[in-house]
């Protein structure tokens, strides 16, 4: 079993930065392909990035690329997503998961342990 919990969350002005962590305890964290997901009020929970288990790759939903970076520190046992130019459109409850298997998926499917969210509202 593993338990995560996202931080970082907040309130910031478009255009901004944030930066979320997804910190980990239970079993081997390096185990696992970690994703970041995303749900706006009223809409379904949609893939952001994820990254394998060592880091050496990593995957992005369209509307992020070149803003965004999921990356890991493994000894800290914490996932992390840098949020750069951020828009209103960013503005929603954001998740990490753990992956079910040892290929990443844009699926909430494919992801069983979640945390319990963090809050990221941009103003415009």
């Known amino acids: 079993q593993v338990q995560l919990v996202e931080s970082g969350g907040g309130l910031v002005q478009a255009g901004g930065s944030l930066k979320l962590s997804c910190a980990a305890s239970?079993?081997?964290?390096?185990?696992?392909?970690i994703g970041w997901f995303r749900q706006a009020p009223g809409k379904e929970r949609t893939f952001v990035a994820a990254i394998s288990r060592y880091g050496s790759n990593t995957y992005y939903t369209d509307s992020v690329k070149g803003r965004f970076a999921i990356s890991r520190d493994n000894a800290k046992r914490t996932v992390y997503l840098q949020m750069n130019s951020l828009n209103a459109e960013d503005t929603a409850v954001y998740y990490c998961?753990?992956?079910?298997?040892?290929?990443?998926?844009?699926?909430?499917?494919?992801?069983?342990?979640w945390g319990q969210g963090t809050q990221v509202t941009v103003s415009s």
């Open positions: 998961a753990t992956s079910t298997s040892l290929r990443w998926s844009s699926s909430t499917d494919g992801y069983d342990y």
């Open positions: 239970g079993r081997a964290f390096s185990n696992y392909v």
